[in-house]
């Protein structure tokens, strides 16, 4: 059941427990975006390159285009997000996060954006520049 602002209230749903609500944030092959973010991302060393900020979803298709990738800073000052495109992540359960084959210095050197200048994603031009940036030809991320 949703309460006004279209998101899950627990307390107006008819399931009985907690037990049930774990089940909705997680099962083998789903998760919630809800628990996505603050999942860490390594790259194939298996070092840790920072965690998941948000994700961006297409409206119409509803598929996940971007992850936000937050990393340096302290204590959340100074934090840049980096969004790259979602199907260049792979969730890796040993490491109970994603692992993507890119070096950390590239992301560095990649479209990032702070909180106090949040790019404009409404007309498409942004994500067509992180896209061109690693590589990604239109048609490539619906996989």
Do not use: C
């Amino acid at each position: 059941m949703s309460n006004t602002s279209g998101t899950f209230n627990p307390e107006r749903s008819a399931m009985p427990g907690h037990d049930d609500l774990v089940s909705l944030g997680e099962t083998r092959s789903l998760i919630a975006a809800s628990k996505v973010s603050g999942t860490h991302v390594y790259n194939r060393q298996g070092d840790s390159i920072g965690s998941i900020y948000d994700v961006m979803i297409d409206k119409r298709t509803g598929r996940v285009d971007y992850a936000i990738l937050s990393f340096g800073g302290f204590l959340g000052f100074g934090e840049h997000y980096h969004p790259l495109p979602w199907h260049l992540l792979n969730y890796d359960p040993r490491q109970g996060g994603y692992v993507v084959d890119v070096e950390r210095d590239r992301l560095e050197g990649g479209p990032s954006f702070a909180t106090s200048a949040v790019p404009d994603w409404s007309d498409g031009i942004y994500g067509q520049q992180v896209d061109q940036y690693y590589g990604i030809t239109p048609g490539m991320a619906a996989r």
